[in-house]
């Protein structure tokens, strides 16, 4: 009887349970702002600044624990303005204790990239943080890659084996249509200003894959810019 009632204690030791959050309450009002800027220094106009507000539950035991985070609402937002500042002040609505400043937003296929993901920084460093809740944060940036718009046409010429993959560094794959015929087809991606741009082409060919590479030079511009790219079946190695 002894050891059964030992062998309980130590499994619930072990197992433990879920535990009820601790919520911060509604109401309180915290200020957050900063300027956003490329990585040469350039202010990032027009980007989406939110913050995400989740409730974290801690699960396990005293031996073995852990966090689960769920998500409960983006509680406010705003744009940065033409110098890249943005400032705005957001309210705890009392069904979470965790909150996060979200830099950009999650692209939807066939919408334009500003910058190539979004970026996540803690506001509290762990549930029911008040370190700035109810006051403020400030938060800058000065290394995201600004992305502006590059139409390319494509001249595909006398191509054997089809389909043909299109894949540029920082595009998002679901904004890349694939080249399935001979003809000219356009596509926009999405590029750096500063630097020189690779785009690759991949396919199978008798079950080998093979790729062709085309590159261009930086463009230096914000404005859309536009290359042609000619394709032939002797690119592909």
């Known amino acids: 009887m002894r050891n059964t009632l030992l062998l309980f204690v130590l499994l619930f030791t072990i197992v433990g349970c879920k535990k009820d959050p601790v919520l911060i309450k509604s109401g ?73 400043l979200v830099i950009g937003e999650e692209v ?63 595009t998002r794959g679901f904004n890349l249509n694939d080249l399935t015929a001979n003809g000219t087809f356009e596509q926009t991606i999405y590029i750096q200003r500063y630097n020189k741009e690779t785009v690759t082409l991949f396919r199978i060919k008798n079950g080998v894959g093979q790729r062709a590479t085309f590159e261009f030079p930086a463009s230096n511009v914000k404005e859309m810019t536009y290359q042609t790219i000619t394709v032939q079946e002797a690119d592909f190695k």
């Not at 956003?36 to 350039?42: A, N, R």
């Not at 509680?75 to 009392?94: A, W």
């Open 108 to 170: 939807k296929p066939h919408e334009p990239q500003i910058i190539f993901l979004e970026f996540y920084t803690s506001i509290t460093q762990e549930a029911n943080d008040m370190t700035f809740i109810g006051k403020q944060f400030e938060f800058n940036s000065d290394d995201l890659i600004r992305l502006y718009p590059c139409q390319i046409t494509f001249k595909v010429n006398n191509v054997e084996t089809f389909p043909v993959r299109i894949s540029h560094e920082y």
């Open 28 to 100: 309180i009002e915290t200020k957050v702002f900063g300027v956003i800027k490329d990585d040469h220094g350039e202010p990032i106009s027009n980007l989406k600044i939110k913050v995400a507000e989740y409730k974290v539950t801690n699960t396990g035991s005293y031996i073995v624990s852990s966090e689960d985070y769920e998500f409960i609402d983006w509680v406010d937002s705003t744009y940065t303005n033409m110098n890249g500042n943005y400032d705005f002040v957001f309210k705890t609505s009392g069904k979470g204790n965790f909150y996060d």
